[in-house]
């Protein structure tokens, strides 16, 4: 069975810095995806960034970008330039990458709040 | 821009009672998910439907769960005697591949309260 694990429960950052969410993981695949996703105050979750797990490159989007250790099971998100609009909870997410498999394993989410 | 639209937003249920929570998925999506958080906890997957079956679903989803897709743009989820465990934000959403090799989008949430 695969975990995730979001060991920071709140979070906050000044507006314009820099933070990090962490994440780890564990799984027996060697073949899967993981995923950032952000939930605003009272809105969709909505996707912030996948990176998959055969490729070493980080994947970035914008100001987001992570710190991708596969051998360490460890997905951590930057969030660069913080901004209002980024308060929210985040979660870290995992997925096999098998044909016709669609379980998606969450953690519990780290709440973030920027402050001005 | 297209969304998933979840209604109710609130459903406050007595314990024992059916409640049913509809979901709009994206119109050109082909896939389908309900999840749940229970407050404070992890958000849970429920159960994945494709091609009008199951394609997925987890331990939590036993009989007392079931999903229907009625008439090609509804999709809902039906506990038919609701426990006070049930209790939870009740999250659909839907996407156009296979997770994995897209982006899905998810609703708004139900959040059901069983007394």
């Known amino acids: 069975a695969q975990t995730v694990t979001q060991s920071q429960p709140e979070m906050s950052v000044q507006e314009a810095e820099t933070v990090t969410l962490s994440c780890t993981y564990d799984?027996?695949?060697?073949?899967?995806?993981l995923f950032w996703y952000k939930q605003p105050p009272s809105r969709q979750m909505i996707l912030v960034i996948r990176q998959e797990a055969y490729k070493q490159q980080n994947a970035t989007e914008n100001r987001f970008s992570v710190n991708f250790q596969k051998a360490a099971k460890s997905f951590s998100l930057k969030i660069s330039d913080s901004q209002l609009g980024d308060t929210a909870m985040y979660f870290c997410a995992f997925t096999r990458n098998s044909g016709g498999y669609q379980k998606v394993t969450f953690g519990i989410g780290t709440k973030l709040q920027v402050i001005p | 821009e297209p969304e998933v639209t979840q209604t109710p937003s609130h459903q406050v249920t007595q314990m024992g009672q059916e409640v049913i929570l509809r979901c709009v998925p994206i119109s050109n999506h082909l896939y389908f998910y309900w999840y749940r958080q229970i407050l404070g906890q992890k958000v849970e997957f429920l159960v994945s439907f494709y091609n009008n079956e199951i394609s997925e679903k987890s331990e939590i989803f036993d009989d007392q769960f079931s999903v229907e897709r009625p008439d090609g743009s509804n999709f809902t989820l039906k506990i038919r005697s609701t426990k006070l465990e049930d209790s939870a934000m009740y999250f659909c959403?839907?996407?156009?591949?296979?997770?994995?090799?897209?982006?899905?989008?998810f609703g708004q949430g139900t959040r059901l309260t069983v007394v």
């Open positions: 799984t027996s695949e060697s073949n899967y995806y």
């Open positions: 959403a839907s996407s156009d591949r296979e997770w994995a090799n897209t982006e899905a989008f």
